[in-house]
């Protein structure tokens, strides 16, 4: 194929993904100097368009980023004023007093909010500063200069024949140069995940580990509606079978917030993390709750569990990652946006230090040391053995030497050093022989859904005539490998129906991949056993179109 030929244009700071950390980065370098040429590229149709988040905002970062949030109208208006957790059972709950927690549970001086909506402020924060920003725009490569560091990204490819090449409609898209590029696509980042293996930037760190988000957004009955009042659930429907729980957030204007995390390093190959989701609804006190409501969206996301020891690291030759693309979540807490805007912000003064002393292309280490031994670290270095205790010794024996565990991290010592995770999420599934299939109700059509009727709430839209963008390494290992062994689970932990195992008479099975219905919630390319599943780009704008999650 002949050199495609693409325009380039040159900025001080390329800036990859619109969310909480990208966003605080590109307004970070505008508050520090004007002239500063700021780029941000982002896949959704418009910003906010791909946020999922829970979300309860510690609004720490924002604190440190825009001080007067409050005055400049940013959409966060629900403060937390109720904090319930609840052991489920199938047919009961006891509540858990707040007592016994670690202060660093407590969600006071917290918010309720869209993050969707808070990052389409700070867009608009952004671009008063004088940032470019450009949604609708997928970055789909990046570019290196002659000494094997990040010059740059392609950005805006559209147009590709089905089969990847190019045709006489294709658009070639740019490629767009910065001084230092910043990744900050979020959990599980394309670009990112070349450039961790490119640098071995994961080499000496524990494997980073994920859970699957699912979420719904209910308009409930007025009278049950309670503002501010946030629950989060464990034990039913999982169990044993994995890790994981549920949250239910109440915003303004009669709408609540019902997720649920399915920690993905489960060993049953059997499980349907959206079907325990769908289960965990006809719980009688969250059924309760619902009942009358309707359903008015809804989408998924991987969030990042692995925390301070999963870490890769986060800067390499003109580029750094930022966020969640690094893995920036408290899990206990299950909170990363602030830590997010920290990065950000972090990464923002890192460079601009470099810009300002006449670097280029370089590693940006101060900002790796900020990260590690600032206020990000500090809050994830507390945490740190919350996930592996629960890992090891499940959820009752985990809570007690978990919350233990932070209460000695608050008081600056541990009694367990720094657990390991050990295995990663795909080596942590076992064979299906192993295990007893899980049989799931079917779903009522009034409290809990079909997963395409679900999808079309994402409203979730690609172009048919693009490539896949779920690629296959090996095309053979679906129905060679993963079938037989595994029972097929990409039929199971895809949130979206993208993956199914079709069996026509007398024929062998058909792997198809249903990429129209991709939520961008990146689990396939996690938890596929074989490693098998890469997830790329499509082009940009395409994905789901979230209203307010
Ligand atoms: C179900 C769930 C509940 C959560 N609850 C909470 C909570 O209550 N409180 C909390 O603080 N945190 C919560 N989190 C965690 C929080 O969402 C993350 O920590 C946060 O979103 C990380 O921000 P980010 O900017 O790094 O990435 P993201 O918010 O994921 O933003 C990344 C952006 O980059 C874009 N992008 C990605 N790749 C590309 C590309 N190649 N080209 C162009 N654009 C690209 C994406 O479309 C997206 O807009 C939750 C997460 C989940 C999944």
Redesign the pocket.
Known sequence: MAEIEREAMEYDVVI???????LSAAIRLKQLDADLNVVV????SE?GA?????????PCGLDALIPDWKEKGAPINVPVLEDNFYMLGEAGQIRVPNWPMPPLMNNHGNYIVS?GNV?RWMAEQAEELGVEIFPG????ELVYDENGGVKGVV?GVFGLEPDGSYGPNTEPGMELHGKYVFL????R???AKEVIAKYDLQKGKEPQKF?L???EIWEIDPEKHKPGTVTHTMGWPLGKNAGGGS?I?HLDNNQVYV?F?VHLNYENPHLFPYMEFQRFKHHPMVAELLKGGKRVAYGA????EGGYQSMPKMVAPGVAL????VG??NVPR???????MLSGKAAAEAAHEAIKAGRASDELTEYETEVREGAIGKDLKKVRNVKPLWSKYGLTASLALGGFDMWTNTLGFSLFGTIKHGKSDADATGQASKFKPIDYPKPDGKLSFDRLTNVSFSMTNHEESQPAHLKLKDPSVPVAVNLPKYAGPSARYCPAGVYEFVTEEGQEPKFVINFQNCV?CKTCDIKDPAQNIVWT?PQGGD?PNYPNM
């Open positions: 990859v993904g619109a969310g909480p950390a990208g590229l982002e896949k959704g910003v791909h946020i999922l988040s829970g979300a309860v905002l510690d993050m990052c725009m997928s970055c789909s950005a900050s696509e979020g959990v980042g394309s670009l859970g988000g699912m979420k949250f957030y997720g995390v996301r991987a969030i990042s930022l966020g969640c693309s920036m979540v299950i909170k990363g946006n602030h830590n997010a961008h780009v994905g």
